[in-house]
């Protein structure tokens, strides 16, 4: 795609112009090392960066305009357009749908919200449009990839630049929906900015990300702006919310939310749509789920009731779409694991589990699940990460405390702070729960219920609670989930807990059926 300069000046507020106004415009990037000849490169002040720093490096790389807060030096070369704009971010993502003919236009949208579920209505989504013949592309936090293309993910939301490339690669390639998980940070920083949606997802709210928001209510209106300005300013017909109403912040979005029209899900009687019959088990699920219009048998193989939230929501969005109920039905059950989500390790000894979780929420419920179908002992390997929320660190703790029977304090991805100082605020909560710290005895065979452990060698402390495992154990590694890494000062080592849990597994019993196998496929996804 290409454009003239005047073209996206009509989608700016009172710009100023310096040098040649009717240059051709062929792409934009926020990231002068990815500048090309003809592209705009609009300086956005970041947490660490200023692209104002970087400007004449992105004209050596070819840019024919400039987009700042700035006001160009005196000797500029005029040959290219300089504009001076009030607020470069809030420009980046309309002038980049522009550039890129406004791929979103061309797909039906679909954004998730919320702090937990996000990844795995996306995986649901992504197999029920597939079962009804559709082609379905997906930005996220595990991965963004569509028709044969897969990119690892390094932000669940990627820069508004990124995201509009990537809407036009997906429209080329022939993609029909896209579902995007939506981060707070991403609507705060008005990466969504020129995305035209269709549906919106609001799943919950829980204690997460108050490093950067500050408080619930900060983070709360973060998440608003996709159901407050970017639905009902959509350009498409019937743009829609469906909102869990079963979290007290979906409850009350549902309540403020008057310009579009709302689907509420949940498991209350006032929901739209919702379950009439439960079923539970280490099996998985097996429900009766009503909606406006008709009643579906389900059948899955996701374990847990938080996954059933996680179903209520992929069917809202399958009923607004009007997706066949044969098409829900077979790709709902397709779906036999999410990468790092309640994901099983093939062991000898116990059931081991990898899951994500890494709020107080999340942990909460995975170990609630994992409670209904464990038969001996709970034992949970946590840490939490390093340049985040530290508030929250105790009440993780006092979650892994209180719903297992055992705890395992370990690093996560410490970053930049000191792996031990994250461990005594963990240890906090733990502790606040009435456990009792225990030493890590490498003879010491019995797990001691109401206990804990530090140990601080995330991979020491997988190898430690496996070798601790009776055959009716079960163990939750949580926190990293899919992450092949672990960043430690700046520096991300590959890591991955699924690998070191199937190693570990194999020194126990090397000819365990299956194990081979299932190595050979964690080691190709990790490279």
Known sequence: MSVLLPDILTLLQAPKI?????????????????????????????????????????????ASVIIAENEPPEKFDTKIAWVKVKNSRKALGPIAASIYGRPSDSMTLIGITGTNGKTTTTFLLEAILKAAN????????????????????????????????????????????????????????????????????FSNLTHDHLDFHGDMETYYSAKKVLFE??????????????????????????????????????VTDTADIRPVRTDISQRGLNITIRTPYDSLEIQSELVGAFNLSNILA????????????????????????????????????????V????????????????????????????????????????????????????VVVTSDNPRSEDPIDIIHQIEEGVRGYGFRKVSNNPTETIIKKGSYV????????????ISKLSLRDTLLIAGKGHETYQEIQGIRYPFDDRVIALEESRKLNPWINGIKTQERTLRKVKA
């Open 18 to 62: 310096w040098g040649n106004p009717e240059v051709l415009v062929e792409g934009v990037s926020h990231d002068s090392r990815r500048v090309m000849r003809h592209f705009a490169f609009v300086a956005i002040k970041g947490e660490k960066v200023d692209g104002h720093d970087f400007i004449f490096k992105a004209i050596q790389n070819g």
């Open 134 to 201: 559709f082609v379905p592309g997906v930005i996220g936090t595990i991965s963004h990839r569509w028709s044969g293309v897969e990119i690892v993910a390094s932000n669940t939301t990627p820069e508004a630049s990124d995201i509009q490339k990537m809407l036009a690669d997906m429209r080329a390639a022939g993609v029909t929906h896209v579902i995007m998980e939506v981060s707070s940070h991403g609507l705060f920083m008005r990466r969504l900015d020129g995305c035209n949606f269709d549906v919106g997802i």
């Open 229 to 266: 300005e970017l639905l009902p300013n959509s350009t498409k017909n019937g743009a829609c919310a469906a909102i869990n109403i079963d979290d007290p912040y979906g409850s009350r979005l549902a309540q403020e939310i008057t310009s579009i029209q709302t689907l509420k899900y949940g």
């Open 314 to 353: 992929a069917l809202s969005v399958s009923v607004k779409l009007r997706i066949p109920q044969e098409a829900v039905l077979a790709g709902i059950k397709s779906i036999k694991t999410v990468p790092g989500r309640l994901e099983r390790v093939k062991s000898p000894f116990g059931a081991i589990f």
């Open 355 to 406: 899951d994500y979780a890494h709020t107080p929420n999340a942990l909460k419920n995975v170990l609630q699940a994992l409670r209904e179908i464990c038969e001996g002992n709970l034992i949970t390997v946590m840490g939490c990460g390093g340049d985040r929320d530290k508030t929250k660190r105790p009440l993780m703790g006092m979650e892994a405390a209180s719903g297992g029977d055992f």
């Open 454 to 465: 530090v140990i601080p060698d995330r991979g020491e402390a997988i190898k430690w609670a």
